[in-house]
T-cell receptor
Framework: SQKIEQNSEALNIQEGKTATLTCNYT??????LQWYRQDPGRGPVFLLL?????KEKRKERLKVTFDTTLKQSLFHITASQPADSATYLC?????????????FGTGTRLLVSP | DTGVSQDPRHKITKRGQNVTFRCDPI?????LYWYRQTLGQGPEFLTY????????KSRLLSDRFSAERPKGSFSTLEIQRTEQGDSAMYLC?????????????FGPGTRLLVL
């Protein structure tokens, strides 16, 4: 069956360090992968999209890599800040029907301490 | 604030009651999605509208669930004869409809608690 796995344990890091979150998937061949941020009691907010033919994508302090051979995406936040504390979700599109039928991982909670 | 609003933000109801949630997407967005999210899980796709047409429904959407988007603008999600297992956050998202690789903008969600 198709699965998207993210580390369910919270990631605790100190301010200023680089946070690295992992998203692994099985039985998918996604054309692209997305990362979202979700704060408690709020809806997810889109951060980055990376296509299958892109190895790496950057946006300010964020970097995403996509390895279709390993079936893995890594999400990095450099120079992390307490305001980066949130749950980060990866999502794949399940269909090629012309609309986004997103399937989300369970998310990883990031805690950045001062 | 993404521009997508949902009402109510919280709903507590007794088992067996009917509830209705509303979603107002970003005005120029013709695609609208409903998701359900339970504690510790990611959002799960429920249904999708292109303008007023409901084009896809998940198997999660039992016959107690119905969604509408009558004029291609706001949408409602109704749950009849609620069960405790329906307790979850119900999220709405909208997008512009320019292809597969587009951004979905999520609302703040409606948190439902069925007692």
């Amino acid at each position: 069956s198709q699965k998207i796995e993210q580390n369910s344990e919270a990631l605790n890091i100190q301010e200023g360090k680089t946070a690295t979150l992992t998203c692994n998937y099985t039985n998918y061949s996604p054309a692209y992968l997305q990362w979202y941020r979700q704060d408690p009691g709020r809806g997810p907010v889109f951060l980055l999209l990376i296509r299958e033919n892109e190895k790496e994508k950057r946006k300010e302090r964020l970097k995403v890599t996509f390895d279709t051979t390993l079936k893995q995406s890594l999400f990095h936040i450099t120079a992390s800040q307490p305001a980066d504390s949130a749950t980060y979700l990866c999502a794949l599109d399940r269909t090629n029907t012309g609309f986004q039928k997103l399937v989300f991982g369970t998310g990883t909670r990031l805690l950045v301490s001062p | 604030d993404t521009g997508v609003s949902q009402d109510p933000r919280h709903k507590i109801t007794k088992r067996g009651q009917n509830v209705t949630f509303r979603c107002d997407p970003i005005s120029e967005h013709n695609r609208l999605y409903w998701y359900r999210q339970t504690l510790g899980q990611g959002p799960e796709f429920l249904t999708y509208f292109q303008n007023e047409a409901q084009l896809e429904k998940s198997r999660l959407l039992s016959d107690r669930f119905s969604a509408e988007r009558p004029k291609g603008s706001f949408s409602t999600l109704e749950i009849q004869r609620t069960e405790q297992g329906d307790s979850a956050m119900y999220l709405c998202a909208s997008s512009r409809g320019q292809g597969e690789q587009e951004t979905q903008y999520f609302g703040p969600g409606t948190r439902l608690l069925v007692l």
